[in-house]
């Protein structure tokens, strides 16, 4: 309280007061942090993912030890691998050298990829597959007095089934991400009001 003489009275006076309400000032856009969660793998799926994946790999592997020019007891596993770029279909006595032993570890490959949460490694090993019969179809077609489809043999159209079947497998059990938007802060903040001021009437 305050107090003023005028004219030898003595007022009380009250001090002047200003008061100002928060004001909000724009900060610009908030960035919004994406919230991801985890889907549930179908269980159906990944049984259907299992059982083809094991199936494709089976014939990959089998059809490497069967015959794969018909007419002839030669298996894949006895061709050179260079039945995949030439027309020289010469027997391989080293096991890792030959056309089978890449249809075995394209299998292998694709039981592999069952450990994987996607099944783009099981795909991949079963292209790898369906690649490997192309490749060798080619050279059959290429080589003379060879009469396509009847010179395949079966092997390699065992290996071609489960190169088909592994990457249909792969398609299947594989478990997604759902992304959503956390709830973004306003872009705005409030800006705390000045220091009240006292003036002197």
């Not at 856009?29 to 094991?54: D, E, F, H, N, Q």
């Not at 179809?137 to 592994?166: D, E």
Request: hydrophobic share 50%.
């Amino acid at each position: 309280m305050f107090g003023r003489e005028r004219k030898g009275v003595f007022v009380m006076t009250e001090p002047a007061h200003t008061y100002d309400t928060p004001a909000q000032q724009y900060t610009g856009p908030t960035a919004v942090t994406p919230v991801t969660t985890r889907a549930k793998m179908p269980v159906g799926s990944l049984i259907l993912r299992i059982v083809l994946t094991l199936a494709g790999a089976a014939g990959l592997i089998v059809g490497a030890f069967l015959n794969w020019i018909r007419g002839t007891t030669t298996a894949g596993v006895d061709l050179s691998a260079k039945v995949y770029v030439t027309t020289e279909f010469a027997h391989h006595s080293t096991f890792y050298k030959t056309a089978g032993f890449a249809m075995i570890g394209a299998g292998l490959v694709t039981i592999v990829g069952l450990a994987a949460r996607g099944g783009w490694v099981t795909r991949v090993a079963g292209a790898l597959g369906i690649v490997g019969f192309v490749l060798f179809v080619i050279q059959l077609y290429r080589a003379p007095n060879v009469s396509l489809p009847s010179a395949i043999g079966l092997g390699a159209w065992v290996c071609l089934a489960g190169g088909v079947v592994a990457l249909i497998g792969g398609f299947f059990g594989t478990r997604t991400r759902a992304v959503g938007a956390a709830s973004a802060a306003p872009p705005y903040r409030e800006v705390p009001p000045p220091a009240a001021t006292t003036t002197n009437p």
